[in-house]
Each structure stands twice: as C-alpha cells, then as structure tokens.
C-alpha cells in the first residue's frame, strides 16, 4: 500500500540550530510530495512541494529533495526560529487515486530561545 | 482573497445529539475533502466528493455523512456524536488535475463532545 513515515518527535532545538525531519514513503506509483506546516489550533498550510524525482522544493528557508532511489523527502532548514515551532507533516498524492493526500504520523518541532 | 472557509471555528455538542460542520469556498475547485484529525494524529480522510460524486473512504463509519448541495458549499453531519468523535475536523479542496499544485485547506473546526 501506498504510506508515509516520519521521524518521531518532538524534535527540541535551540533558536539557529539546523533542522532536519526525516521522511520516508512507499507508493505504487509516481507520487508528488509535500510538507504541510500545521500551528497550534490552526488548519494545515501547504509548506513546499515536489512533483518528480529531483526537485527540490522550498518556501521560507526550508527545503527538500525529491529522491526517488531512497524514497525519501527530508525537511531541512539552516537556522530554525522561534516562529517556526509547530508540528510538519510529509504528505503524498497519487493522481491515480483521485488526488488524496496521505499523511505522515508528524512531528512536532520545539524551537527555543 | 480566495479560500476555503470553516465554520464554525469551535464547536461544542452533547453526546448523540446530530451536529453539521460546513464548509465554503471560493476557489471554484470540484474537489472537496474532509479529513478528522485527532489530537496528535495525522488526518484521516473521511470521504471526498469529485464534483457531485460522493466518495467514502471504507474504515468511514456510518454516523459521518455529508452533503454537497453546490460547488461552493460542503457539509459534515455527524448524526449521533461519540466521545470518541471528538477532533478537528479539516476541510480542503482542489481542482481536477491540479492535485499535485492545488489543495487548500480551510482551518478546521474543532468539535468537542459533552
């Protein structure tokens, strides 16, 4: 089946620390691949995507690599704030199953001071 | 701006009695999405509609059922809400073909079961 794995959190660090979230998926196709960033009490925001294998997507200093040989999505970002304490979530579609997103367990990120 | 809006933002029912979350949009998209996400989960998808075509997901249970009178407008009915029922409920949307670019969500309704 098709699914997505995520590194377990909470993930804790330091304000400019750098940041990665491991993310992993088994899909029976060519599935395009997202990190949505969720605030607390607030719905989910679409943070970057990729669509093939090696894009690389990024939005607000974070980025990840669409890699197809290890079936992996890593979130990274040089130098996390405060601000950006919230839980991410790695995602998948497959435009043959109606374009349904399939979640990541998520993981929450701590930034402190 | 165009977006997809929810409503209401917080609601509180009693144990078994009916409950309606909706959902509106202005983005023209023919594809709506509801998803139950429990504390520290990741949403669940609970069924989606493509244009008028109702699609429910097999593990959905039989108490969740919903209703897309138009385009713009898509609603949750939970006829006899459990403790267990208690979420927050996500909205989202996209247009055919544009899965991969496209989906907005709403920012959710938070149900509390009393």
């Known amino acids: 089946g098709n699914s997505v794995t995520q590194m377990e959190g909470p993930v804790t660090l330091s304000e400019e620390a750098f940041l990665t979230i491991n993310c992993t998926y088994t899909a029976t196709g060519y599935p395009s691949l997202f990190w949505y960033v969720q605030y607390p009490g607030e719905g989910l925001q679409l943070l970057l995507k990729?669509?093939?294998?090696?894009d690389k997507g990024s939005n607000k200093g974070f980025e990840a690599t669409y890699r197809k040989e290890t079936t992996s999505f890593h979130l990274e970002k040089g130098s996390v704030q405060v601000s950006d304490s919230a839980v991410y979530f790695c995602?998948?579609?497959?435009?043959?199953?109606?374009?349904?997103?399939?979640f990541g367990q998520g993981t929450e990120l701590s930034v402190k001071p | 701006d165009a977006m997809v809006i929810q409503n209401p933002r917080y609601q509180v029912t009693q144990f078994g009695k009916p409950v309606t979350l909706s959902c509106s949009q202005t983005l023209n998209h023919n594809v709506m999405y509801w998803y139950q996400q429990k504390s520290s989960q990741a949403p669940k998808l609970l069924f989606h509609?493509?244009?008028?075509?109702?699609?429910n997901e097999a593990d959905t249970p039989d108490n969740f059922q919903s209703r897309r009178p138009n385009t713009s407008f898509c609603f949750l009915d939970i006829r006899s809400p459990g403790l267990g029922d208690a979420a927050m409920y996500l909205c989202?949307?996209?247009?055919?073909?544009?899965?991969?670019?496209?989906?907005?969500f709403g920012s959710g309704t938070r149900l509390t079961v009393v």
């Open positions: 990729a669509t093939k294998a090696d």
């Open positions: 509609y493509y244009d008028k075509d109702f699609n």
């Open positions: 989202a949307t996209h247009f055919e073909g544009t899965g991969a670019y496209g989906y907005t």
């Open positions: 995602a998948l579609s497959l435009y043959n199953q109606g374009g349904k997103l399939i």
